[in-house]
């Protein structure tokens, strides 16, 4: 004797023929308009269109704000660049100034001991 079908078994049989039927996307589309063509609810409404400038800023304020963050980065890289090889100048012009402070004096006091 068969054992009882449950409703678990029959709906994991249903699973399994749509995944075996090569036919099952299209029945289950077919199911689908059919259901919606007698169906006693009316569609909604498409929603209101927008005005031309509303579309404008929907489409194109992400990629000005991506260009302007951008162009933002990029300057303050270069200025950090600049910064720091200006920093470096001063920095090398200083031991250079220091070197030379130093020669004079070591001179002035060669000079003094001749004397």
């Known amino acids: 004797m068969a054992a009882p079908r449950t409703a678990s078994s029959l709906c ?8 075996s039927s090569p036919l099952s996307g299209t029945h289950s589309l077919r199911a689908q308009i059919q259901t919606r063509r007698y169906s006693k609810e009316q569609p909604s409404p498409p929603p209101p269109s927008r005005s031309p400038s509303g579309n404008f800023y929907k489409t194109f304020t992400r990629p000005v704000a991506k260009g302007l963050l951008l162009a933002m980065f990029v300057y303050q890289l ?4 600049w910064v720091k090889l200006e ?8 031991k250079e100034i220091a070197l ?8 002035q006091e ?3 001991r001749r004397a």
């Open 100 to 107: 030379l402070e130093d020669q004079v004096r070591s001179l």
């Open 12 to 19: 994991s049989l249903r699973t399994l023929m749509r995944a």
């Open 87 to 94: 920093q470096d100048e001063i920095t090398g012009e200083r």
């Open 78 to 81: 270069a200025y950090w660049g």
């Open 110 to 112: 060669a000079k003094a």
